[in-house]
C-alpha cells in the first residue's frame, strides 16, 4: 500500500473541498435567491462536470494549463514556474471537476427553507449577511455538510483528471486511484487490494455521516 | 397614520389575473381586515411590510414614503421598522424563545436587550419559556411568542395575519387583552388579518371587509358584517342561509318587498331593496336568526312565517344544526335546550319564522 499516495489524496481532497466550500457558498446563494436573467447558463456550466467524461474536462484543463495556455501563462508570470504537473494543478482542475458536488447540495438545502423565516428576519432589521448567518447557515447545516464531504469524497476518488492534468510523479501528483491503476497494471494485486480496500472503508463512513445527518439520526434540535 | 393606495396584478395561466386593488388608510389601534381566503388580505400585508413590490401606487406612514412607484421609491423591509406576525409565525426554530425575541434588538445595547426582553416577557407571560426551543412550545405559547417577537421592537405599524387562529376563545381572549394592554401605551396602528367572525367581535374595532382584492366596506363590525354586500363576505361572516329569489312586489309605503325564491313555490317578505320588480336578488340570513316553532305561531310582529319539515338535526358544539325543507331548505341554529324541549325529531312538522330585516341583500 502506498501511504505517500494516499496522503496526497487525502490533501488534495482537503484543500479542495475547503476551496470550494468557501466558493460555492456565494454561488449558491445567488442561485437559491435570487432571479436574474442568464441563471440558466450558470446552473447549466455548474451541472456541467456531472455530464462531461473527466478525460475531456481533464483535456481542456490541461490546453489551458499548458505553457501556452492561458491559466498556465497566467500562473508562469505569476509564480515564475509552470502549472500542469504540479500539485496546483490538480488542484485547480478538480475544483472544476467537483463543483457541482459542492453547490447542488447547498442549492437544495437553500431552497428548501421556509421562506417565511427569511422575511421575518428582514422585517426584524437584520440584512442579507446577517440573516445569511443567523438563520440560513444554521438552518442549512445539513446542507453544508453535505456538500463539503461530497466535494472530498468525490476529489479523493476521482482518476480521469487527475490522469489528465497531473501526470504521475510520486508525492506530487499521483495520487492514491492512480497508483490503484498503477499496481493493476503491474499485476501487484495485493498492493492494489489493500489500497482499493482502504478507500472503499473511507467513503463509506464519510457517506454515512451524511446520510445520518440528513435522516437526523443525531440531531442537534428537535424537529419543527 | 398609514396610508395604502396600491394595485399589483399576479398573472395566471389562462384564468383571469387576479388583482389587488386598494386604497384604504389606517388609523391608530386595531383596523379587522376581513374577508374570504384569498381576498388579499396576506398580499396586501406583505405589500406594506416591504415583502411584495405594488405595481403602482404608494404607501405612506404619515409623511414618510414606504413606497411610491412614481418617485421609484421602494424602502427595505429593514428599514421600515415595522413588525409582522405571519400566519404560521415564522419563530426561528434554532434559536430559544429568548434569542428569537432578542432578534430583532440586535442594534441595542446588551442591557437595553435584556430588560426589553423581560418587560415583553412579563407583558405576554412567558417569562418561563424563555430558554425552550419553538418545537417545545404550546399553539399559545408560539403565539404569546411571535407576538412578544414583533412588539418588543417597538414597530411603528403592527402586521398580524392571522395570529390568533387554532386556539379557543378563552386563550384568544386572554391574548388580545394582553395584546391591547400593551397598545393602550404604544398607540400603533394594528392591522389584524382574520377570516373568523368571532375573532371579529371579540376585537370589536374598526373592520374593513376585503372580496377579491378590493375594499368592500369599512366600518364598525355590527354595521359591516351583520349585512354584508357580496356573497363572499356572507358566507365567511356566518351567513348560512344565501337563498336566490326574484322580487315580486314592492310595497313602498312599508319599506319592504316581496321576493319568490326559485325553484319553490315560497314567499319571504324582505327590506325595501334597489331591485326591480322581476329582477333577481340574492338573500342572505344567519342560521341564528331563525326561530322554530311546533305549532303555527299567532300574534306574531315577524313577518314570516313558514311551514316545512325537519330534515335532519345535528348537534354542533353547544349548538344544533336544524336542516328545515320549507320550500327551500333552511339551515336553522338552535340550543340544545331548546331542541330538548321541544322534542325536535326529524320528520317533525315546524314552523319557521323569520323577521324581515334578518334578510340581508348580497351580491
Not at chain 1, 446563494?29 to 481533464?58: D, I, M, N, Q, R
Not at chain 1, 510520486?170 to 497508483?179: A, L
Request: aromatic share 8%.
Amino acid at each position: 500500500m502506498s501511504t505517500e499516495a494516499l496522503l496526497l489524496s487525502l490533501r488534495l481532497a482537503a484543500t479542495v473541498s475547503l476551496l470550494l466550500l468557501a466558493f460555492a457558498l456565494p454561488l449558491a446563494y445567488v442561485l437559491a435567491f435570487l432571479e436574474w436573467p442568464g441563471k440558466f447558463l450558470v446552473e447549466s456550466v455548474v451541472a456541467l462536470p456531472l455530464v462531461l467524461p473527466p478525460t475531456v474536462l481533464g483535456f481542456y484543463a490541461l490546453i489551458a494549463m499548458g505553457s501556452r495556455g492561458p491559466l498556465g501563462k497566467l500562473w508562469q508570470s505569476l509564480f515564475g514556474h509552470p502549472l500542469a504537473f504540479t500539485f496546483a494543478g490538480l488542484v485547480i482542475a478538480s475544483l472544476v471537476y467537483s463543483l457541482p458536488f459542492a453547490v447542488q447540495p447547498l442549492v437544495a438545502a437553500f431552497e428548501s427553507l421556509d421562506r417565511r423565516l427569511l422575511d421575518a428576519s428582514a422585517v426584524l432589521g437584520a440584512g442579507r449577511a446577517r440573516t445569511f448567518l443567523r438563520v440560513i447557515l444554521p438552518l442549512a447545516w445539513p446542507g453544508v455538510l453535505t456538500s463539503l464531504v461530497l466535494s472530498f469524497a468525490h476529489t479523493l476518488g476521482e482518476f480521469g483528471v487527475v490522469l489528465m492534468v497531473g501526470g504521475n510523479l510520486p508525492g506530487i501528483t499521483r495520487t492514491v486511484s492512480i497508483d490503484i491503476y498503477d499496481r493493476v497494471q503491474a499485476l501487484d494485486y495485493a498492493g492494489a487490494q489493500q489500497t482499493a480496500l482502504l478507500l472503499l472503508l473511507i467513503c463509506f463512513v464519510v457517506l454515512s455521516v451524511v446520510y445520518a445527518v440528513n435522516r437526523r439520526v443525531w440531531s442537534p434540535w428537535p424537529a419543527r | 397614520m398609514l396610508t395604502v393606495q396600491i394595485r399589483k396584478q399576479f398573472s395566471s395561466n389562462g384564468a383571469a389575473p387576479f388583482v389587488l386593488d386598494i386604497s384604504a388608510s389606517f388609523a391608530r389601534g386595531f383596523t379587522v381586515l376581513f374577508g374570504p381566503s384569498g381576498a388579499g388580505k396576506s398580499t396586501l400585508l406583505d405589500c406594506i411590510a416591504g415583502l411584495q413590490r405594488p405595481d403602482s401606487g404608494e404607501i405612506r406612514l404619515g409623511e414618510e414614503i414606504f413606497f411610491d412607484a412614481a418617485k421609484r421609491i421602494d424602502i427595505s423591509p429593514q428599514r421600515r421598522e415595522l413588525a409582522y406576525v405571519f400566519q404560521m409565525l415564522a419563530l426561528f426554530p434554532h434559536l430559544p424563545v429568548e434569542q428569537n425575541i432578542r432578534y430583532g434588538l440586535g442594534r441595542l445595547a446588551a442591557a437595553e436587550q435584556r430588560r426589553r426582553v423581560e418587560m415583553i416577557a412579563a407583558a405576554f407571560r412567558i417569562e418561563n419559556l424563555l430558554q425552550r426551543r419553538p418545537a417545545e412550545l404550546s399553539g399559545g405559547e408560539k403565539q404569546r411568542v411571535a407576538l412578544a417577537r414583533a412588539l418588543v421592537t417597538q414597530p411603528r405599524v403592527l402586521l398580524l395575519d392571522e395570529p390568533l387562529t387554532g386556539l379557543d376563545a378563552s386563550l384568544r381572549r386572554s391574548i388580545l387583552e394582553d395584546l391591547r394592554a400593551w397598545n393602550a401605551a404604544q398607540q400603533t396602528p394594528i392591522l389584524y388579518v382574520t377570516h373568523n367572525r368571532e375573532e371579529v367581535d371579540a376585537i370589536g374595532e374598526h373592520v374593513l371587509t376585503l372580496a377579491n382584492g378590493r375594499v368592500q366596506e369599512s366600518g364598525a363590525p355590527g354595521t359591516v358584517l351583520d349585512a354584508p354586500r357580496s356573497v363572499e363576505l356572507a358566507q365567511s361572516a356566518g351567513f348560512e342561509n344565501l337563498l336566490s329569489a326574484t322580487v315580486v312586489e314592492h310595497r313602498i309605503e312599508d319599506g319592504v318587498m316581496r321576493i319568490a325564491l326559485e325553484n319553490v313555490q315560497c314567499e319571504i317578505e324582505v327590506p325595501l331593496g334597489e331591485a326591480e320588480l322581476g329582477s333577481r336578488v340574492r338573500v342572505a340570513i344567519r342560521a341564528g336568526d331563525i326561530l322554530l316553532a311546533t305549532e303555527a305561531p299567532h300574534f306574531l310582529s315577524a313577518r314570516n312565517v313558514l311551514p316545512g319539515t325537519i330534515e335532519s338535526l345535528e348537534t354542533r358544539g353547544a349548538l344544533v344544526q336544524a336542516r328545515v325543507k320549507a320550500g327551500a331548505t333552511f339551515l336553522v341554529h338552535i340550543t340544545r335546550g331548546a331542541a330538548r324541549s321541544l322534542g325536535l325529531a326529524p320528520g317533525q312538522l315546524v314552523w319557521l319564522v323569520i323577521k324581515t330585516h334578518s334578510c340581508h341583500f348580497v351580491r
